[in-house]
């Protein structure tokens, strides 16, 4: 007697439900939505990073001060064993000496032409302004607090002797101070 049990040939095929189909219009359309919003928040996120931009070339970035000349005397400070550092970004300039006080050090403004830059109005960093009574940054008027980091003076002229990618040497009227990229 033959077997009454179907040949596999001769199996049904059972489609998925209807709702497990995602080619629906709604779904299209949904599909179709979410690639637009996306689109749109990269177009602002990126029109966003253009209004911030900066005009500083290779003085942006971070910088370790290396050496620091005396200019009067001849005399030369070794400080690349030291952490000494200029993180420049925007209109900023952000001095600190990691080995004393971290990355709290100070904040000067700054201004720059072709061949200068002037530092000015600097300020203590002392975290956030919810830090306690002394939180939030401080306007210095001691420019001996800034002496560390080859500044003499609040509001001080720097003449861009060398400037590129990898190295950075400025000369104020006193110092001149060789930097190198970290």
Known sequence: SKSQHPS???????????HLNISTPQHMIAKRL???ILAAFALVAIASCEIETSDNGDFDGFWHLEHVDTLATGGTTDLSKKRVFWGVQYK???????????????????????????????????????????GGDHPIDDPTLLAPYGIN?????FVKEKLNGGQMILRSKTLRLKFKRF
Do not use: C
Request: overall charge negative; charged content about 25%; aromatic content about 12%.
């Open 34 to 36: 979410f690639k637009t």
């Open 153 to 157: 003076n609040l509001e001080e002229e």
């Open 8 to 18: 596999p040939s001769q199996h049904l095929t059972i489609s998925p439900p209807h």
């Open 92 to 134: 900023l300039i952000s001095v600190y000496d990691i080995d004393k006080e971290g990355t709290f050090g100070y904040y000067l403004r700054f201004t720059q032409t072709r061949d200068k830059i002037v530092t000015k109005s600097p300020y203590k960093n002392n975290w956030h302004q919810d830090n306690g009574d002394d």
